[in-house]
């Protein structure tokens, strides 16, 4: 009898070895310990089957993960309001409002922000001297 798994093979063997032996090894390097945390889930594995010695390594690993995630969500979540707020719209009036708002606010959307940054921190320089 053979079985067909569609999941990803790394970590597989941790899985495998989990029914085999009845405690959670990490052996296989490299796996995000988000993706662990799933895999774990999906097969329905106990987080408490795991070994100290990998316990170490794992649960920093899932809090690190877990704050990577989040501040990912708030930076997208950030960048879309930005972008909300910086819709001057379609008209032409708005394009120039939108282009001279990169222009001084993002230097690097343009060689001339780059430009217009250089130039503005130059007279910052120069009169504080």
């Known amino acids: 009898q053979e079985f067909y798994f569609d999941r990803t093979w790394k970590g597989f063997n941790d899985i ?3 029914y085999r032996l009845g405690q959670l090894h990490l052996n296989s390097g490299g796996i995000c310990a988000n993706r ?3 895999d774990l889930e999906y097969w329905n594995i106990s987080q408490f089957l ?3 010695c990998c316990a170490l390594r794992y649960y920093p690993s899932i809090e690190t993960a ?3 995630i989040e501040s ?3 930076s997208e979540q950030k960048y879309l309001e930005r972008m909300e707020e910086e819709n001057f719209g379609d008209s032409k009036v ?4 939108k282009y001279l708002w ?3 606010e993002y230097p690097e959307t343009s060689l001339a922000a780059q430009a217009f940054a250089f130039i503005s921190m130059s007279v910052v320089v120069l009169s504080t001297i």
Not at 94 to 97: C, E, K
């Open 16 to 18: 495998l070895d989990v």
């Open 36 to 38: 662990l945390r799933t």
């Open 50 to 52: 795991l070994d100290p």
């Open 66 to 68: 877990d704050e990577e």
């Open 72 to 74: 990912q969500t708030i």
């Open 94 to 97: 708005g394009r120039i409002r």
């Open 102 to 104: 990169n222009l001084t």
